[in-house]
């Protein structure tokens, strides 16, 4: 650290308190909390930073204030955040809203002056936030909120122990173990806890993160184990989680050792100061966060002992599933040589997706959308459904752009997997419920922009008004469904706690359907996924297997040869099970 201050904010709605009542545990941890102090005996600083009322003009700003601080008061905890004035930041006194790093930037400011993103640690509900938060260098963390399925910490006393070690800075954490046989998983008391779903060892130093079948375990006691047993001692600060799409991360950053390697989902050991600046840089082929520690990243479901019986009309969609007509789908995409996002070929296939669509009934319409300082499009068809309004919709998304990073605009870029296969995926979708009569409204998009940094789905999301985001029940979105990574055909469903109900169907589906394995995360990464769950929408990416990785994507070698169709077919006949469901079916649409 830099010798400051450490900081330590929360948000207060759905982290400290619930409906106007302290949540289990909160009075405990904050007194636990200030009562940590440093090497050089400096206590804690605690500091609150809430979305509240807005102010019309400056002179409301302190009676909204004044009203805050009694809700704390009320509550019994306005102790800890004394002087209010320095230790409480409201979206009213500085305009802006979460995630906005202005109110971040001014909580540290009031706060202490000579504090930096690197001395403040973060705890909120909200998922989106604590991303926000990370980018800036902050260390922060996800408290399962009211209602929500996960978190870096389950209950408010987990987190004592962690900001212990992030004040301590835990130079002597080390790497103890990376477990990969579910028979060894008994090696140590940390593995046996994290097997019996515990998350809340207390002993000093002892966590663990889980990488589908590793188990990844620190303790300030022992000695680093990696693969190659060289006993390589590592402090907790340098253990971070990188999310990569194919081998991103580890082609640009060869230097940097990794511990455990499940193709999306690396742990790796990085000097914060290097991880912080990677993280500000918003590189869009990688993210880099601090590990969360007793949390499951990945997981590989169990086979399923039983499955819902199959609807005999939703069999036949899936069985509509065609394998030639995808490859037929997908050779017309790669056959553009580049669908870079602001090239001629991008419009040129981009307006033939257009045409396509239209020919088989779907309103599809063109929208201008900014890539830099440049024009690229997204592709919005509908086709509404017969059910009674207001009716819900449901979203199927794909990227169609492409990119090769090393050769520039005009390169070749195929984008065979990354993304023409599930841009042909949603082309196949396209094609089978366009004569089916569904209850529920359907909406195909085609992104431009996503390889640049999400611009397409960023500024859809952003210009939905609110009743239209309200009826949007479930977002599918396909980006690289056609390498086969894996010994089995795997499919990864990545979402956000608010996906999770989009995620138990689409696992219903492929064990009712199909014989895709599949493994889930809820941790969601760059993809077209994500601007909707930071909206608060259920959305997944559906994605393949995450134990290996397309190592050729974003160049000139992701071609046609290497996309396995049996991949794409099951995990469409997946997609297609699942949107049968939610569609519906009614008997007579005239």
């Given at each position: 650290?830099?010798?400051?201050?450490f900081?330590?904010?929360?948000?207060?709605?759905?982290t400290?308190?619930?409906?106007?009542?302290?949540?289990?545990?909160?009075?405990?941890?904050?007194?636990?909390i200030?009562?940590?102090?440093?090497?050089?005996?400096?206590?804690?600083?605690?500091?609150?930073?809430?979305?509240?009322?807005?102010?019309?003009?400056?002179?409301?700003?302190?009676?909204?204030?004044?009203?805050?601080?009694?809700?704390?008061?009320r509550?019994?905890?306005?102790?800890?955040?004394?002087?209010?004035?320095e230790?409480?930041?409201?979206?009213?006194?500085?305009?802006?809203?979460?995630?906005?790093?202005?109110?971040?930037?001014?909580?540290?400011e009031?706060?202490?002056?000579?504090?930096?993103?690197a001395?403040?640690?973060?705890?909120?509900?909200?998922?989106?936030?604590?991303?926000?938060?990370?980018?800036?260098?902050?260390?922060?963390?996800?408290?399962?909120?009211p209602?929500?399925?996960?978190?870096?910490?389950?209950?408010?006393?987990?987190?004592?122990?962690?900001?212990?070690?992030?004040?301590?800075?835990?130079?002597?954490?080390?790497?103890?173990?990376?477990?990969?046989?579910?028979?060894a998983?008994?090696?140590?008391?940390?593995?046996?806890?994290?097997v019996?779903?515990?998350?809340?060892?207390?002993?000093?130093?002892?966590?663990?993160?889980?990488?589908?079948?590793?188990?990844?375990?620190?303790?300030?006691?022992?000695?680093?184990?990696?693969r190659?047993?060289?006993?390589?001692?590592?402090?907790?600060?340098?253990?971070?989680?990188?999310?990569?799409?194919?081998?991103?991360?580890?082609?640009?950053?060869?230097?940097?050792p990794?511990?455990?390697?499940?193709?999306?989902?690396?742990?790796?050991?990085?000097?914060?100061?290097?991880?912080?600046?990677?993280?500000?840089?918003h590189?869009?082929?990688?993210?880099?966060?601090?590990?969360?520690?007793?949390?499951?990243?990945?997981?590989?479901?169990?086979?399923?002992?039983?499955?819902?019986?199959?609807?005999?009309?939703?069999r036949?969609?899936?069985?509509?599933?065609?394998?030639?007509?995808?490859?037929?789908?997908?050779?017309?995409?790669?056959?553009?040589?580049?669908?870079?996002?602001?090239?001629?070929?991008?419009?040129?296939?981009?307006?033939e997706?257009?045409?396509?669509?239209?020919?088989?009934?779907?309103?599809?319409?063109?929208?201008?959308?900014?890539?830099?300082?440049?024009?690229?499009?997204?592709?919005?068809?509908?086709?509404?459904?017969?059910?009674?309004?207001?009716?819900?919709?449901?979203?199927?998304?794909?990227?169609?752009?492409?990119?090769?990073?090393?050769?520039?605009?005009?390169?070749?870029?195929?984008?065979?997997?990354?993304?023409?296969?599930?841009?042909?995926?949603?082309?196949?979708?396209?094609?089978?419920?366009?004569?089916?009569?569904?209850?529920?409204?359907?909406?195909?998009?085609?992104?431009?922009?996503?390889?640049?940094g999400?611009?397409?789905s960023?500024q859809?999301?952003?210009?939905?008004?609110?009743?239209?985001?309200?009826?949007?029940?479930?977002?599918?979105?396909?980006?690289?469904?056609?390498?086969?990574?894996?010994?089995?055909?795997?499919?990864?469903?990545?979402?956000?706690?608010?996906s999770?109900?989009?995620?138990?169907?689409?696992?219903?589906?492929?064990?009712s359907?199909?014989?895709?394995?599949?493994?889930?995360?809820?941790?969601?990464?760059?993809?077209?996924?994500?601007?909707?769950?930071?909206?608060?929408?259920?959305?997944?990416?559906?994605i393949?297997?995450?134990?290996?990785a397309?190592?050729?994507?974003?160049?000139?070698?992701?071609?046609?040869?290497?996309v396995?169709?049996?991949?794409?077919?099951?995990?469409?006949?997946?997609?297609?099970?699942?949107?049968?469901?939610?569609?519906?079916?009614?008997?007579?649409?005239?």
């Open positions: 650290m830099t010798g400051n201050a900081l330590v904010f929360f948000d207060l709605g759905n400290l308190e619930s409906d106007d009542v302290l949540l289990p545990g909160a009075l405990e941890t904050l007194t636990q200030a009562e940590i102090k440093d090497d050089t005996g400096r206590a804690v600083l605690l500091g609150l930073i809430s979305d509240f009322t807005p102010a019309t003009t400056p002179e409301q700003i302190p009676a909204i204030q004044a009203e805050y601080y009694d809700i704390i008061g509550l019994g905890i306005r102790s800890f955040f004394e002087p209010v004035a230790r409480v930041t409201l979206s009213t006194e500085v305009n802006v809203r979460k995630p906005d790093p202005a109110i971040f930037r001014r909580a540290i009031k706060l202490d002056p000579a504090a930096s993103f001395d403040s640690l973060f705890v909120t509900e909200n998922l989106a936030h604590v991303r926000a938060a990370r980018r800036l260098g902050m260390r922060a963390m996800h408290f399962r909120g209602g929500q399925l996960t978190g870096d910490i389950i209950s408010l006393p987990d987190l004592v122990p962690l900001v212990r070690d992030f004040v301590e800075g835990t130079p002597d954490s080390v790497l103890v173990d990376v477990v990969t046989t579910p028979a998983l008994t090696a140590t008391e940390a593995a046996a806890a994290a019996a779903g515990a998350t809340d060892s207390r002993s000093p130093g002892v966590h663990w993160v889980r990488l589908g079948d590793q188990l990844v375990v620190t303790s300030r006691a022992g000695t680093h184990r990696d190659t047993g060289d006993g390589t001692e590592i402090p907790l600060d340098r253990l971070h989680l990188v999310v990569q799409n194919g081998r991103l991360f580890q082609q640009q950053h060869p230097d940097v990794v511990l455990a390697d499940k193709g999306r989902y690396l742990i790796v050991d990085l000097e914060p100061a290097r991880a912080r600046a990677l993280a500000v840089e590189d869009p082929c990688f993210a880099v966060i601090p590990a969360p520690l007793d949390t499951v990243v990945f997981q590989q479901q169990p086979p399923p002992t039983t499955s819902a019986p199959q609807v005999p009309w939703v036949d969609l899936v069985d509509a599933v065609s394998p030639s007509e995808f490859r037929a789908d997908l050779e017309k995409l790669v056959a553009f040589g580049t669908r870079h996002s602001t090239s001629a070929t991008f419009l040129a296939a981009v307006e997706a257009r045409d396509r669509l239209a020919v088989r009934g779907y309103t599809a319409t063109l929208t201008s959308i900014r890539v830099g300082s440049r024009t690229s499009r997204n592709l919005i068809a509908d086709r509404v459904g017969h059910g009674p309004e207001p009716r819900p919709v449901v979203l199927v998304t794909a990227h169609l752009d492409s990119i090769n990073i090393d050769g520039g605009p005009a390169a070749p870029a195929p984008g065979a997997d990354d993304n023409g296969s599930g841009s042909a995926g949603l082309l196949t979708i396209a094609r089978i419920f366009a004569e089916h009569p569904a209850e529920a409204d359907l909406r195909l998009i085609l992104f431009g922009g996503e390889e640049e999400l611009f397409g960023l859809y999301v952003a210009g939905l008004p609110p009743a239209e985001r309200d009826r949007i029940s479930a977002v599918l979105n396909m980006d690289m469904i056609g390498s086969l990574n894996t010994p089995l055909p795997t499919v990864l469903l990545e979402g956000g706690t608010v999770q109900p989009v995620i138990d169907g689409l696992a219903e589906a492929a064990a359907y199909t014989s895709l394995v599949v493994q889930t995360s809820l941790n969601p990464f760059n993809s077209d996924h994500v601007p909707f769950i930071d909206a608060g929408i259920p959305a997944v990416l559906t393949e297997g995450a134990d290996s397309n190592d050729r994507v974003h160049s000139e070698r992701d071609t046609l040869e290497f396995d169709e049996s991949l794409p077919v099951e995990i469409l006949r997946m997609n297609v099970a699942f949107l049968a469901g939610v569609l519906g079916r009614v008997a007579d649409p005239g």
